[in-house]
């Protein structure tokens, strides 16, 4: 039984006549009870009220009180999805390692061997057991690569982990920046965000302590903020770049994605002048590859392919024609390059194009418009490399109707092309 439960019992006793030995123990139990209460309210009056305690001190009904906290969680979760869900992690490591190092096999208090150094102060230490490189005094690193000039491929995955400390709120500036620089020559530092003009493509700024606030600066000045709040110990970082496309993950949360960021050439890391002892980084990695390049086209020619496969045919409302002509709309020809693609992915396949109509206007008109229709995708198609040997068209008017033509709906469904594999 809670304490208000015990409290309302007490007082029931106490109004129902009990003989006066017992209800002078009932009310200095009461009497307890109360004050007992009394200090947690006391405790508690900065909190949120419980719908418990609201009844018994204000005599609300719970019907109308505040939901509680796993109420209000399950009332989100039935009407709409976490948005952090909608972002999973499709980071994958390059192929092949350009540069490594773990720490593992550094000398405590000594430089790490596989760095080379712009400024500040850089030596090799451990924290919670396991070595770690530190950086102060504005220190600016880059990995000990050989080869002169660039060295970053077009497609490339960055890694690594640093240290959050979390407590650590007395501490002013305190973030470390990944910089990708865009210059051919490695000897001087290209700056850190506005002032690296255009010597940069993309700067990663996050913080190691007491924020949840980061951002980022691409192509010379453009820039971006973001949250994440990271736990408290070791966390990863990872980024991808594949040709233009730049994304960056937070322990495996997709946080940054840039469809068009310049060619970076070389890596370095840099932080703030001082706090010792304070930022940490292990477990580097460069590689080669980076996550498959978005493509709108590649998708929809699987869409293509995956289409056939199951169906034995290809349906699309979205090549489009002049009124009451065979004259196709240029957006009509993303569609037909999607089935060109796919048809010299696949040279043997034979398709019959069939256009198809509503049921506005006559058979006489309908009949021969949905055969030209058809001959001219087929044209279309050619122009695009397709042999025309594999394919055949067919105008089926109106007659073979998927909707209802009663409808605009249906009608719009009813005028379509079906590439059907023979």
């Known amino acids: 039984m809670t304490k208000k439960r015990l409290i309302i019992a007490l007082a029931l006793f106490a109004c129902m006549g009990a003989d006066v030995s017992a209800q002078g123990f009932l009310n200095r139990l009461k009497d307890k009870a109360l004050q ?39 009332d989100v979760g039935a009407g709409e999805a976490d948005p952090t869900t909608a972002t999973a992690s499709d980071f994958k490591r390059g ?12 000398q405590v208090g000594e430089f790490p ?19 770690a490189i530190n950086l102060t ?18 497609e490339f995955t960055i ?28 000897s001087e530092f290209p700056g ?29 000045n453009k820039e971006g903020a973001f949250d994440y709040s990271f736990k408290k110990g070791w966390n990863h970082v990872a980024l991808s770049f594949n040709k233009r496309a730049l994304k960056v993950y937070f322990n495996d949360k997709r946080v940054v994605n840039l469809p068009r960021v310049n060619q970076p050439t070389w890596m370095c890391f840099q932080v703030p002048y001082e706090y010792i002892n304070l930022t940490f980084i292990r477990n580097v990695v460069i590689a080669k590859g980076a996550v498959a390049l978005y493509d709108r086209n590649a998708q929809d020619v699987s869409a293509v392919e995956k289409a056939i496969q199951e169906t034995g045919k290809f349906v699309t409302n979205n090549i489009l024609f002049d009124t009451g002509k065979a004259t196709l709309k240029q957006e009509s020809m993303i569609e037909i390059m999607k089935v060109a ?11 019959e194009v069939q256009g198809h109509t509503d049921n ?13 229709r058809a001959e001219a995708i087929v044209k279309a198609l050619e122009g695009l490399g397709v042999d025309g040997f594999n394919l055949k068209a067919v105008g089926k008017g109106s007659h073979e109707p998927v909707a209802d033509n009663k409808t605009e709906a249906g009608r719009a469904q009813n005028r379509r092309v079906e590439f059907i594999k023979r």
């Open 341 to 351: 693609d796919y048809m010299k992915k696949n040279p043997t396949a034979r398709f």
């Open 137 to 154: 005094d504005n220190a600016q690193i880059q990995p000990l690569i050989k080869e002169q000039g660039a060295y970053l491929p077009e």
């Open 36 to 74: 007992t209460v009394q200090g947690k309210v006391e405790e508690k009056v900065d909190q949120t009220v419980s719908e418990g305690m609201d009844e018994v001190l204000d005599g609300k009904s719970s019907k109308k009180g505040k939901k509680s906290k796993d109420a209000e969680m399950a």
């Open 95 to 106: 192929s092949v390692i350009l540069f490594q190092d773990d720490v593992t096999a550094e």
């Open 192 to 220: 850190e965000g506005y002032d690296s003009g255009d010597l940069t493509a993309f700067v990663l700024k996050h913080g190691v302590c007491d924020t949840q606030e980061h951002g980022y600066y691409f192509n010379g």
């Open 360 to 372: 506005q206007g006559s058979d006489k008109i309908n009949d021969p418009l949905s055969q030209q």
């Open 159 to 186: 890694e690594y982990d640093f240290y959050y400390w979390n407590t650590k709120d007395d501490v002013g500036l305190n973030d470390i920046k990944l910089i990708l620089a865009v210059t051919k020559e490695r």
């Open 113 to 131: 061997s596989k760095w080379d150094m712009f400024s500040g102060t850089v030596e090799t230490k451990t924290l919670g057991g396991v070595k």
